[in-house]
Structures are given as structure tokens and as C-alpha cells.
T-cell receptor, first 117, second 116 residues
Framework: GAVVSQHPSRVICKSGTSVKIECRSLDFQATTMFWYRQFPKKSLMLMATSNEGSKATYEQGVEKDKFLINHASLTLSTLTVTSAHPEDSSFYIC?????????????FGEGSWLTVV | AQSVTQLDSHVSVSEGTPVLLRCNYSSSYSPSLFWYVQHPNKGLQLLLKYTSAATLVKGINGFEAEFKKSETSFHLTKPSAHMSDAAEYFCVVSDGYGGATNKLIFGTGTLLAVQP
């Protein structure tokens, strides 16, 4: 199956700083990617839909100025957590659909642990 | 609106015994349904998917699921559990007609424990 890679897998940053998380589709092009947040022992919450060449679509309640999403190419989407606070600490996961496959399977990255201290 | 309900938050089985993880869905039209597995501190891996083809779907690692429209269910099963199956399992429905750009709606997850 297709591969979606996230980097970094773990990051620790100081409160007030910004941190960038990358999501790459390694062997296919993804015009759309999704960003999720997962709290410990909880399900995934969709944050936003990243669209190549246009603005991201944010879910209700997600601050677009805090969670900046850039989908600059067909294989890369980035999530930047700006002015991070401890409550932003979480597991962030991206996904991308592979249109080459019947049924348009969606593949997930390995996730990125963010700890804000 | 689409939704999924995972009926058990925790399931514990003994190694070598069958696994049953239950999922019911709600959808205004023929849904696309998925099961994903998440091992601790890892991303999600697709186990199997239903997209209106055969109602019995076979996935990886010996898992399968049966789409039952009359019961609005999509339960995940495996004949014999292995220790490596211990993980969190998510039942997922696609918000829309199954297109890849449709949003995925996740169930709350079922934590599977496998006892030796």
C-alpha cells in the first residue's frame, strides 16, 4: 500500500514558540490531506482538510491562526502550531487518500507527538 | 449525518480464541466503512474497507468484517487471536459517497487485550 510519512515523530518545544510538522505522501500525489488530533486514550478529531494550492478548510472550533496549514506541493502538507501552549500537547496525525486504488483508500502517517513545556 | 458506534470500549480475549469487535453505523446512503488499527504510540493502519462490493470483506492479518445492511452493522472478526493483535481498533465511516476527499468519522475505539 501507499506510504504517508510524518516528521518529526516526537518534538518538544517551549511555550510560546512555534513548531512545524510535515506530512508527506511518499509514492503518490495527494491533492488533499487531512490533519487529526488525538488526545490520550481518545478517538481522532479532524482538525482541517489541507488542499494543494488553496486554503485549508478548518473544522468548527479549530483556530486557523493557531494551526497553520500549508499544502505547497502534491506530496507535502505542513501543520504549524503557533505560539504553542501546554494544552496543545497532543498526538497529531495526517492522512492522505490514494486515488490510484479502488475505493480511494486513505492512508495515515505514523503520527507526531508534540509536548509543549 | 453519518456516524459509527463501537459498542465495546474494551475487549479481552485469550490467545487463540476468536475476536469480535462490534460496530454499528448510521448513514443516509450506502456508506463506505473501514476498520483501522492503532498500536501504542503509532499511527493508524488500514485493516479492511467496505465500498459496496462484496459484503464480506477480508483484510490483513486474518481479520474480516461483514457488512449487514439490515442490522446496520460492520463487526470485525478474527478466528484466532494473536498476542500481536493487542491494540486499539477504530471503526470508521466516510462522510459522503465514499470519495477519498470525504471526511472520515471515527468511532470511539475498542481496546483489544489478548491474554496469554
Amino acid at each position: 500500500g501507499a506510504v504517508v510519512s510524518q516528521h518529526p515523530s516526537r518534538v518538544i518545544c517551549k511555550s510560546g514558540t512555534s513548531v512545524k510538522i510535515e506530512c508527506r505522501s511518499l509514492d503518490f500525489q495527494a491533492t488533499t490531506m487531512f490533519w487529526y488530533r488525538q488526545f490520550p486514550k481518545k478517538s481522532l478529531m479532524l482538525m482541517a482538510t489541507s488542499n494543494e494550492g488553496s486554503k485549508a478548510t478548518y473544522e468548527q472550533g479549530v483556530e486557523k491562526d493557531k494551526f497553520l496549514i500549508n499544502h505547497a506541493s502534491l506530496t507535502l502538507s505542513t501543520l504549524t502550531v503557533t505560539s504553542a501552549h501546554p494544552e496543545d500537547s497532543s498526538f497529531y496525525i495526517c492522512s492522505a487518500p490514494d486515488f490510484r486504488e479502488t475505493g480511494n483508500t486513505i492512508y495515515f502517517g505514523e503520527g507526531s507527538w508534540l509536548t509543549v513545556v | 449525518a453519518q456516524s459509527v458506534t463501537q459498542l465495546d470500549s474494551h475487549v479481552s480475549v485469550s490467545e487463540g480464541t476468536p475476536v469480535l469487535l462490534r460496530c454499528n453505523y448510521s448513514s443516509s446512503y450506502s456508506p463506505s466503512l473501514f476498520w483501522y488499527v492503532q498500536h501504542p504510540n503509532k499511527g493508524l493502519q488500514l485493516l479492511l474497507k467496505y465500498t459496496s462490493a462484496a459484503t464480506l470483506v477480508k483484510g490483513i492479518n486474518g481479520f474480516e468484517a461483514e457488512f449487514k445492511k439490515s442490522e446496520t452493522s460492520f463487526h470485525l472478526t478474527k478466528p484466532s487471536a494473536h498476542m500481536s493483535d493487542a491494540a486499539e481498533y477504530f471503526c470508521v465511516v466516510s462522510d459522503g459517497y465514499g470519495g477519498a476527499t470525504n471526511k472520515l468519522i471515527f468511532g470511539t475505539g475498542t481496546l483489544l487485550a489478548v491474554q496469554p
